[in-house]
């Protein structure tokens, strides 16, 4: 069953960070781009971060540029965000998904719709 994983999320303070995990099954991670997306309540599911095929290119959204950081690990067949700096807008739900093919790259502008093998997603809660 191809499918991705995610956990890591919780509960932190203002300024404090957390890291975030999608773990790959019944398929190999480094052949795709790979996108991490969040969803806060009301609110329209938007891209944040990318990273492409092999390691190729990373693409972030401005809300969260500087603060936060895509990362891959082949041998755990595992992509990590590294969320520091936590604003209380973060907080939402974490989705990782993968691209569909031929799609190997990230774009400046994630749509949701061009990516599959969605996770359950992990909630992110950021107080003031």
């Known amino acids: 069953q191809l499918q991705l994983v995610e956990s890591g999320g919780g509960s932190v303070q203002s300024g404090g960070s957390l890291r975030l995990s999608c773990a790959a099954s019944?398929?190999?991670?480094?052949?795709?781009?790979i996108g991490w997306f969040r969803q806060a309540p009301g609110k329209e599911r938007e891209g944040i971060a990318c990273?492409?095929?092999?390691?190729?290119?990373?693409e972030y959204a401005d809300s969260v540029k500087g603060r936060f950081t895509i990362s891959r690990n082949d041998a755990e067949n595992t992509v990590y965000l590294r969320m520091n700096s936590l604003k209380p807008e973060d907080t939402a739900v974490y989705y990782c998904?993968?691209?569909?093919?031929?799609?190997?790259?990230?774009?400046?502008?994630?749509?949701?719709?061009?990516?599959?093998?969605w996770g359950q997603g992990t909630q992110v809660t950021v107080s003031s």
């Open positions: 998904a993968a691209r569909i093919p031929p799609y190997s790259y990230c774009s400046a502008v994630m749509n949701k719709y061009e990516y599959r093998y």
């Open positions: 019944g398929f190999t991670l480094a052949s795709h781009a």
């Open positions: 990273l492409g095929s092999s390691g190729v290119g990373t």
